[in-house]
Structure formats: structure tokens, C-alpha cells
């Protein structure tokens, strides 16, 4: 089996704050922009990811300085499931790094963080168009089209 080595770094946002507006910018224009919400409310909640602490926090991916991806852990991210924490939330890769594993590792990242935190599942919504990406993951669909949206979830694995 081929192995890929990682071109890029994965940082605790605290770490790399310079990419706070990016990361925003990038969160606003693919979720929020078209329902109205200001790019300067997603900013204030992005901040809110800077905590080192595991929930909410946000890591980044990112090469010589160049953003590249990133992908938030948050306490809940669908208003029709607030019951469910927490939830990798707003997983964004470049379009021109998409296919470099970069929303791979962001994602497997947020979810070994919950775990280390003491969670023993992780949630996340997905269109039907992403949810396969999940799946491959060993990410399982909990219930379909739920707001348009899937409902995935991902088990601690077991201790071996």
C-alpha cells in the first residue's frame, strides 16, 4: 500500500490566528452569507474557537504560511439535534487542496480531540453530496435528511 506524506501542518487555531479572518471569510460565504447573517457575527464565534480547551476549539491547516483548511470541534452545530455533543462543524479545505487529505486529517484531528476529552462519539451534518466523504471515515449515518441535512456519527474506537 502506497503511504502519502503530509505536506502541510495541522495547528491549533490559538496558534495561528492570523488565519481568524480566512477562516470566517470562508465559513460565512459557504454557510451563512445567503440566510443573512453578517460575516463580522461568524468572526465573533470563530474567536470564540481560540480556547485551548477542547470544546469549542478550531484547528488549521496550513503550509509556509499559506491557509489551506480547517475544521472546528463546537458544542452544537444543528438546532434540530441540540442534544448532540459535540459536533465537528464548518470542515473547509481550499478547492485547489482538495485531494491532498487535508479534510482528512482535519477531521480525524476534531474527533481525536473529543475523545481525548473525555467524549466517546462525535457528531457532524453533511449534504448527501459530502456524506460519502464521511462514511469512508467510518463516520455512520444516524438519520437521513433531517433540514436537508444528514446526521452522521463517529464512536470512540475501542481500547486495544
Known amino acids: ?12 487555531m490559538s496558534e495561528t490566528p492570523d488565519f481568524i479572518p480566512t477562516i470566517a471569510h470562508r465559513i460565512w460565504q459557504t454557510w451563512w452569507r445567503d440566510v ?3 460575516q463580522d457575527e461568524i468572526e465573533v464565534k470563530v474567536h470564540a474557537a481560540l ?5 469549542p476549539t478550531a ?16 458544542e452544537s452545530d444543528f438546532a434540530a439535534r441540540p442534544q448532540l455533543t459535540p459536533w465537528v462543524a464548518a470542515v473547509w479545505t481550499e478547492e485547489v487542496h482538495r485531494r491532498e ?4 486529517a482535519l477531521v ?37 435528511h433531517v433540514k436537508q441535512l444528514n446526521v ?9
Open 152 to 160: 452522521l456519527a463517529l464512536d470512540k474506537p475501542a481500547s486495544s
Open 1 to 12: 500500500m502506497e503511504s502519502l506524506e503530509r505536506t502541510f501542518s495541522l495547528s491549533e
Open 101 to 104: 487529505g487535508i479534510g482528512t
Open 36 to 38: 443573512g447573517v453578517l
Open 108 to 144: 480525524a484531528r476534531m474527533a481525536q480531540l473529543a475523545f481525548e476529552n473525555g467524549y466517546s462519539r462525535v457528531y457532524l451534518c453533511a449534504s448527501d453530496d459530502n456524506t460519502p466523504f464521511y462514511e469512508k471515515m467510518g463516520w455512520r449515518v444516524l438519520e437521513y
Open 59 to 74: 484547528f488549521v491547516a496550513h503550509r509556509d504560511g499559506t491557509y489551506l483548511g480547517s475544521a472546528l470541534l463546537i
Open 51 to 55: 480556547c485551548p480547551e477542547a470544546v
